[in-house]
């Protein structure tokens, strides 16, 4: 073992060693994995054995760290009085957290939705500045795009923000689902807000699909031909839905005006729509949440 392995781990060793409950449980892991670095010179060359060894380092401390950051969240929350009891005992091996745990997902949930509806606000923005300057041709609109890009008054700063909020909308609403998830909030009491949100992340995900074609280029035109033809072979529907899409047999013009027409109005509206019906579904599920905890507390303290 080099000296800046021996080195790393004993920064990862003394960052363990400040919580003495908890590198009583991950010395002998620790250990295992220093005692492993001469195995792997032995099996592999120098370089890799040493990737596998920092790897496997990273790994133990992003555990670790999770693991202790988890139980002092747990401890906390003990000495908040979140944990509930009954006569003094834990309900169950897995204690529940009362309001706390839910309450903070639920507010990360209702934070991000927020974030949702203003990026939705952003590309809406962007979009209506971009659509007086752009062409839904095939002969205008990679041109279009370029004079924007090039000549129109922070054209490339409007661009960059359309798209970054698209591709920020899709991430902030998947990233919104797990967090739903967590809260429990797929129950029947938050249909509203959990379908919403499953639909605003599939919209988001529409708009990024019909945006491929828009500045018409190879990249944007082939991968959008595959994907028509990937569609046009399912059964029964497959046909009808490319010709729709692509308003005839092959790509053209008919193509990007439908792609436009569907990103610029029915997806966009509709995002829209269905950001506002998702923040307004999370802060009223709240508040009613709310109560019915503060009514569950005050009638069983513990």
Same mark, same amino acid.
């Given at each position: ?30 250990? !295992? ?131 970054? !909020? ?7 609403? %998947? ?18 807000? +959990? ?11 529409? %708009? ?6 828009? !500045? ?7 991968? %959008?031909?595959?994907? %028509? ?6 059964? +029964? ?60 507390? !005050?009638?069983?303290?513990?």
């Amino acid at each position: 073992m080099d000296n800046q392995d021996v080195k790393l781990a004993g920064k990862v060793a003394k960052f363990i060693n400040r919580f003495p409950d908890d590198w009583q449980k991950y010395q002998d892991w620790l250990r !295992a994995i220093m005692s492993s670095r001469s195995v792997l010179l032995e099996r592999y060359p120098a370089w890799q054995a040493t990737m596998i060894f920092r790897w496997r380092l990273f790994y133990f401390m992003v555990y670790v760290a999770s693991g202790i950051f988890w139980s002092r969240l747990r401890r906390y929350a003990h000495k908040q009085g979140a944990w509930r009891t009954v006569d003094g005992e834990t309900v169950g091996e897995q204690p529940v957290i009362r309001g706390q745990y839910r309450y903070i997902l639920q507010r990360v949930a209702t934070l991000l939705a927020m974030v949702e509806l203003t990026l939705c606000g952003i590309a809406a923005l962007t979009g209506v500045m971009l659509a007086f300057y752009y062409q839904p041709t095939a002969l205008g609109a990679y041109t279009s795009l370029k004079m924007i890009v090039n000549n129109v008054a922070n054209g490339a700063l409007i661009l960059s923000l359309h798209n970054v !909020a698209g591709d920020g909308l899709i991430v902030f609403a %998947l990233i919104q689902i797990v967090v739903m998830f967590l809260g429990r909030e797929f129950l029947l009491s938050w249909f509203t807000a +959990w379908i919403s949100g499953i639909g605003l992340a599939l919209t988001a995900m529409a %708009l990024s699909w019909t945006a491929v074609v828009l !500045a018409w280029e190879q990249t944007g035109f082939w991968r %959008l031909k595959i994907e %028509l033809n990937i569609l046009g072979s399912l059964p +029964w529907v497959g046909p009808t839905l490319r010709d729709i899409l692509s308003g005839g047999s092959g790509i053209s013009s008919f193509t990007l005006q439908h792609m436009y027409m569907l990103h610029s109005y029915v997806l966009a509206i509709a995002a829209i729509l269905i950001s506002i019906t998702h923040l307004t579904a999370l802060i009223f599920q709240e508040q009613q949440w709310q109560s019915a905890e503060r009514s569950n507390c !005050a009638a069983n303290p513990k």
